[in-house]
């Protein structure tokens, strides 16, 4: 498959036609001649028309016009969006684009995905966002976070923290549990969002190709707690991830997230339905599933999503991956510097919703 060159919907691209024009001018004015007239189906630009160089009545030379949608604030135009958006359509169609071996779609991603999940981030949650510069510019990483809120909608809102505000531009590849990958429709957009499973193989193939990688080791037991112990940190596994970071000399930064523990207040679990339905807990909120399809409408909490020191791992040797005193301590660390800085986080909001 050929590579796919990725055209953002607002980027500001000249027609080919407009070009020559100019091209055209510029030769004419070097020979001491007047602009050339227009070709045949080409609009001769006025002077003053946006992109068109004209003299300047001072020096003489020629000075460059800023476009008329800069100078306005726009965005580039109405129609050079409407194309970028119909050559997008165009490579989707003809297949003109890549995905790699985990099934994760940047174009995609970046075009169509976090467009739809920027309005929840942006107006519906209105996520702040602190330390993204302790994300390392470049390399793998390992980011580490709690987990909470009945669904995992805060795996989501930090994929678009990091996408959108990180200086770099970079991408984060959530590991997620079996269960989201055998659920119809979900697989798939999971797969298109660089999802893959929470497992040591596939963490440390996307750590050796220098990924930034998420990782949230709470799990069920995280995001499946009652709303009575909310914000304390479940036990985080066996310490797998601490054991991956070592093998690949990966920083670990440790993530703190607030807002999502009260978007779906669980105060029941119905435990025979789920193990009818194969979950690993039927949640009972105020209004779930008392107000029909009404209910699974999440709160608007306002959320804090905060990445802390690096804690690097690249000055272990080799052996330390096997040593599992230094996993359990380090473990410990990760947790216990994400457990504190969620009770400061908590001391310093005015409120759940402001």
């Known amino acids: 498959m050929a590579d796919a060159k990725v055209i953002p919907f607002d980027d500001d691209h000249r027609s080919r ?28 630009p006025l002077p003053g028309a946006a992109g068109v160089r004209e003299d300047d009545p001072v020096t003489g030379e020629e000075e460059p016009r800023e476009p008329a949608a800069d100078r306005a604030g726009g965005d580039g135009g109405l129609e050079q ?14 297949g003109d684009y890549e995905v790699d071996d985990f099934g994760y779609d940047e174009e995609l991603t970046d075009q169509v995905l976090m467009s739809l ?29 709690n987990h909470s809120g009945t669904v995992p909608v805060d795996g989501l809102m930090m994929q ?4 959108d505000h990180h200086p770099a531009g970079r991408h984060l590849r959530l590991l997620a ?8 429709v979900v697989n798939e957009l999971a797969r298109k969002l660089g999802h893959t499973l929470a497992c040591a193989e596939d963490a440390e193939r996307l750590l050796a190709q220098g990924e930034l990688v998420g990782v949230m080791p709470e799990g069920f037991k995280g995001i499946g707690k009652p709303f009575s112990e909310r914000y304390k940190l479940q ?16 920083p670990i930064v440790p993530c703190s997230i607030v807002g999502a523990e009260e978007i779906y207040p669980m105060i029941g679990n119905a435990k025979t339905l789920a193990r009818l339905l194969g979950f690993p807990y039927f949640p009972l909120t105020p209004t779930f599933p008392w107000l029909g399809p009404l209910g ?10 905060q990445f802390g020191e690096p804690i690097p791992t690249d000055g272990y040797p080799p052996e330390a991956a096997e040593d599992p005193m230094l996993m ?7 947790r216990e510097q994400i457990q504190h800085t969620l009770y400061k986080l908590l001391v310093q909001r005015r409120s759940v919703f402001f």
């Open 17 to 44: 036609g407009g070009a020559a024009s100019r091209r055209r001018g510029a030769a004419a004015r070097r020979q001491g001649g007047t602009r050339p007239p227009a070709a045949v189906g080409e609009v001769q």
């Open 81 to 94: 969006r409407i194309a970028s958006g119909l050559a997008f359509l165009r490579r989707r169609l003809t």
């Open 117 to 145: 999940l920027r309005p929840m981030y942006e107006k519906y949650f209105r996520v702040e966002v602190k330390g993204v510069e302790n994300i390392p510019a470049e390399g793998g990483a390992l980011i580490v976070a």
């Open 160 to 163: 678009v923290a990091v996408h």
């Open 177 to 184: 549990a079996d269960l989201v990958f055998v659920l119809p």
């Open 235 to 250: 036990r985080f596994g066996r310490g797998g991830f601490v054991s991956t970071a070592l093998r690949h000399g990966a």
């Open 296 to 305: 699974a409408v999440p709160l608007p909490t306002k959320w804090t999503i």
């Open 328 to 334: 359990f301590n380090l473990t410990d660390q990760v």
